[in-house]
T-cell receptor, first 114, second 114 residues
Framework: AQSVAQPEDQVNVAEGNPLTVKCTYS??????LFWYVQYPNRGLQFLLK??????LVKGSYGFEAEFNKSQTSFHLKKPSALVSDSALYFC????????????FGSGTRLQVQP | DVKVTQSSRYLVKRTGEKVFLECVQD?????MFWYRQDPGLGLRLIYF???????EKGDIPEGYSVSREKKERFSLILESASTNQTSMYLC?????????????FGQGTRLTVV
């Protein structure tokens, strides 16, 4: 079975400061990892993914994520937060075999204060 | 751009009603998914389909059924709506080469059962 943990329900950061949203995963074999963002009353928008190769992945809106195999983590980062980054963020995983559907974490609400 | 369209943004239904949620994608994707989203629980997979007329149960299929008569359309059916099915429902699709590809989401349907 595969699973994702997002240990923080909410992350608060001041505008202009760096932000990190944490994600750890459990899967058999090499993982395929994804980050999505959800704005109020909207669907999920894809931000970035790790498939293979460089552990630092760059995505949309200045976000990046670092894959760490030994710690089974895939934390989302941004060097300088914007108020408009305030939203709900979801980490998701898919294993190398079996289930086609993504398995999601519980989500982390990011609040960026002006 | 891939477009996944859900037929309603908001629905209010009465307990015991049969409810249909419709989803259409325009990118000829083989795989389609229905998730429900609840606060603190993230997204949970209800059903998915990998081809016309083919379906598989997800993690929480009880009280739901699905129909896929055409490749572009995937319907979620609540046979007899109950108040505990009040939730946000999200449809997604992904292509046949699904392993390292992100899923594309619709805008969601917020269903309230009274």
């Amino acid at each position: 079975a595969q699973s994702v943990a997002q240990p923080e329900d909410q992350v608060n950061v001041a505008e202009g400061n760096p932000l990190t949203v944490k994600c750890t995963y459990s899967v058999s074999g090499n993982p395929y990892l994804f980050w999505y963002v959800q704005y109020p009353n909207r669907g999920l928008q894809f931000l970035l993914k790790y498939i293979t190769g460089d552990n630092l992945v760059k995505g949309s809106y200045g976000f990046e994520a670092e894959f760490n195999k030994s710690q089974t983590s895939f934390h989302l980062k941004k060097p300088s937060a914007l108020v408009s980054d305030s939203a709900l963020y979801f980490c998701a995983v898919r294993g190398p075999t079996g289930r086609r559907a993504l398995t999601f974490g519980s989500g982390t609400r990011l609040q960026v204060q002006p | 751009d891939v477009k996944v369209t859900q037929s309603s943004r908001y629905l209010v239904k009465r307990t015991g009603e049969k409810v249909f949620l419709e989803c259409v994608q325009d990118m000829d994707h083989e795989n389609m998914f229905w998730y429900r989203q609840d606060p603190g629980l993230g997204l949970r997979l209800i059903y998915f389909s990998y081809d016309v007329k083919m379906k598989e149960k997800g993690d929480i299929p009880e009280g739901y059924s699905v129909s896929r008569e055409k490749k572009e359309r995937f319907s979620l059916i609540l046979e007899s709506a109950s108040t505990n099915q009040t939730s946000m429902y999200l449809c997604a699709s992904s292509p046949g080469q699904w392993r390292n590809t992100e899923a594309f989401f619709g805008q969601g349907t917020r269903l309230t059962v009274v």
